[in-house]
């Protein structure tokens, strides 16, 4: 059973915009503090955001003030907004809970041209 489906990433130049999506199993996304992370070739699996149920977000310094996350608990959904896109935000998105408990998805591939 998928758990987590990653969509809405692309190829943009620096300065634009994307908005990533994920859609998450019923089971568990209620009870979640949700969250995004990314990951560069190379590196590891790093946090970009969180966001709790009742709706309050924290990020990583490095997306501050670009990256918003948002979700809708009637359609389990968690979305990543993501504006003033840089070279070094090239990475695979992925989402699962903040604390990585369920089974990893796909991701979705952000590229950030300069």
């Known amino acids: 059973q998928v758990q987590l489906v990653e969509s809405g990433g692309g190829l943009v130049q620096a300065g634009g915009s994307l908005r990533l999506s994920c859609a998450a199993s019923a089971s568990f996304f209620r009870f979640a503090t949700m969250a995004w992370y990314c990951q560069a070739p190379g590196k590891q699996r790093e946090f970009v955001a969180s966001i709790t149920v009742g709706g309050s977000t924290d990020y990583a310094d490095a997306v501050k003030g670009r990256f918003t996350i948002s979700r809708d608990n009637k359609q389990n959904m968690v979305y990543l907004q993501m504006n003033s896109l840089k070279p070094e935000d090239t990475a695979v998105y992925y989402c699962?809970?903040?604390?990585?408990?369920?089974?990893w998805g796909q991701g979705t591939q952000v590229t950030v041209s300069s």
């Open positions: 699962n809970t903040v604390t990585r408990s369920r089974p």
